[in-house]
């Protein structure tokens, strides 16, 4: 294995054995979320208007409203 290689990629290494060490533990529980649903999404990527309202609603963000 390449050296540079290696000494970039530990930081992922060592969270995947963070990660997998606390799922065992039962500190934490993954559950997969489908492209279609990941919310964060709406903060990183364009997205079209359907999507966006749908993301908007699942986070519970609320539209601007006017006061009379």
């Known amino acids: 294995m390449d050296a540079g290689y ?3 990629a530990k930081h992922a290494d060592i969270r995947h054995h ?5 799922v065992e533990r039962g ?4 559950d ?3 492209t279609q ?3 964060a999404d709406m903060l ?4 079209g208007t359907k999507i966006l309202m749908f993301l908007r ?4 963000i609320k539209g601007k409203t006017t006061v009379q």
């Not at 963070?18 to 606390?22: A, L, T, Y």
């Not at 990183?44 to 997205?47: M, R, T, V």
Request: aromatic share 8%.
């Open 57 to 60: 609603e699942a986070t519970g």
């Open 27 to 30: 500190t934490v529980e993954l």
């Open 6 to 8: 290696h000494a970039r």
């Open 37 to 39: 649903h990941q919310l």
């Open 18 to 22: 963070f990660v997998r060490e606390i």
């Open 32 to 34: 997969f979320v489908d």
């Open 44 to 47: 990183a990527k364009g997205l």
